[in-house]
Structure formats: structure tokens, C-alpha cells
T-cell receptor, first 116, second 113 residues
Framework: DTEVTQTPKHLVMGMTNKKSLKCEQH?????MYWYKQKAKKPPELMFV???????INESVPSRFSPECPNSSLLNLHLHALQPEDSALYLC???????????????FGPGTRLLVL | QKEVEQDPGPLSVPEGAIVSLNCTYS??????FMWYRQYSRKGPELLMY????GNKEDGRFTAQVDKSSKYISLFIRDSQPSDSATYLC?????????????FGTGTRLQVTL
């Protein structure tokens, strides 16, 4: 099973709201990723967690706050977002060890976020 | 110059055609190469991954890597309307830890009846 699940599928929020995106995988992967994707563009990396520790933050604004409660779960907490933050937010996971199979990332279906 | 270049298309072919999708890259450290298919408003789906130079075949799909030319290809045989999607190449240096994938911009493919 190579499934990464994400909830919710769609989210509409105002600029003063606080919301969270959730990602889950049960493949035993120890690396998890958040990406942001705008229309007709490739995914842009936001954060990487390796063994539940934040290992890469691609200079993402603090209104995005990631959390990795355990090796299967990854959250992205959203607060005071701007309309330009509207995008498809993708979660991915990988095994996090050496080798092409182990480093291959598997993506979830994404959460489509609209900020009004 | 971008690290990974990919023709954005759109590429339109008739059903049954052989499709060739390509990426070039500049970073010689890249070791692992992947192709993802992304349908509209969905997440990327892994199609194939390869390591270093050579070919890999899976059904109607063949991935080729030529590291000497810094060039990778995905061939789709007997293309079907269901193959209509955006195809993203991605690559990484293969450091053995969670590392950043570098994506091409994606090629939009339309297979017509």
C-alpha cells in the first residue's frame, strides 16, 4: 500500500481564521513533506520532517506552522493567511534511507485551500 | 538557468501514438530520477523511478536516463485518452536522508480520440 491520505479535501477560510491540515501515512515512512502547488506550476517544498524532527524549512512564513506528532501523522497549522496563500497543499512521505526506492516520495491527493 | 528544464507543452497526440517526454538538468549531483503523473486538481502519482543511467520499463511506460548528457525521458507506448495529464520529472541527489526533490515545470499531455 502506497497511500498517503489528506484531510480535508477542500478548505475555505478567512484571513483571521485558524485551521489545520492533516496528513497520514501507514507505510512506515520516516520522512514526511509539505508542498504548496499553484496552478500550472510544479510543487514547491515547504517543510521536511525526518524521524519526526523538522529538518528543512524553506523560509516559509510563520503563518504556516508544521507539526509532526508521530511518525504517521503530519499537520500544518494555518493562521492569518493571505489570499495569495490559496493553493493545493500536498503532503508526501518517503522511507528516509539510502537507495532510489527508499528516497522516492509518495504524494497524497492534496487539500485545496481558498483564502478569502 | 533553471536546474531542471522541461517543455511545458501542451503536447497533443492521437490515441495510439508513442509519446516522448523529456527533461534536461544541470546539476551533476542528481542520482535518482522520477516521473510523476498529475491529473487536474489531484496530487502527483508516482509512475516510475530510476537510478543513474539506463532504461526501466513498466508496461506501456519506459524511463531512460542519460547522465552523460544530463537528459531523461519518459516514453508512453499506445497512448490512451486516460494518459491525458501533466507529467512532472523530478530528481534528487540521493543523500540517504530526506532530501529535496527538484521538479521540472511539467508537460501537459492531451491524447485525443
Amino acid at each position: 500500500d502506497t497511500e498517503v491520505t489528506q484531510t480535508p479535501k477542500h478548505l475555505v477560510m478567512g484571513m483571521t481564521n485558524k485551521k489545520s491540515l492533516k496528513c497520514e501515512q501507514h507505510m512506515g515512512h520516516r520522512a514526511m513533506y509539505w508542498y504548496k502547488q499553484k496552478a500550472k506550476k510544479p510543487p514547491e517544498l515547504m517543510f521536511v520532517y525526518s524521524y519526526e524532527k523538522l529538518s528543512i524549512n524553506e523560509s516559509v512564513p510563520s503563518r504556516f506552522s508544521p507539526e509532526c506528532p508521530n511518525s504517521s501523522l503530519l499537520n500544518l497549522h494555518l493562521h492569518a493567511l493571505q489570499p495569495e496563500d490559496s493553493a493545493l497543499y500536498l503532503c508526501a512521505s518517503s522511507q528516509n534511507s539510502a537507495g532510489p526506492a527508499q528516497e522516492t516520495q509518495y504524494f497524497g491527493p492534496g487539500t485545496r485551500l481558498l483564502v478569502l | 538557468q533553471k536546474e531542471v528544464e522541461q517543455d511545458p507543452g501542451p503536447l497533443s497526440v492521437p490515441e495510439g501514438a508513442i509519446v516522448s517526454l523529456n527533461c534536461t538538468y544541470s546539476n551533476s549531483a542528481f542520482q535518482y530520477f522520477m516521473w510523476y503523473r498529475q491529473y487536474s486538481r489531484k496530487g502527483p502519482e508516482l509512475l516510475m523511478y530510476t537510478y543513474s543511467s539506463g532504461n526501466k520499463e513498466d508496461g506501456r511506460f519506459t524511463a531512460q536516463v542519460d547522465k552523460s548528457s544530463k537528459y531523461i525521458s519518459l516514453f508512453i507506448r499506445d497512448s490512451q485518452p486516460s494518459d491525458s495529464a501533466t507529467y512532472l520529472c523530478a530528481m534528487s541527489p540521493g543523500t540517504g536522508t530526506a532530501s529535496k526533490l527538484t521538479f521540472g515545470t511539467g508537460t501537459r499531455l492531451q491524447v485525443t480520440l
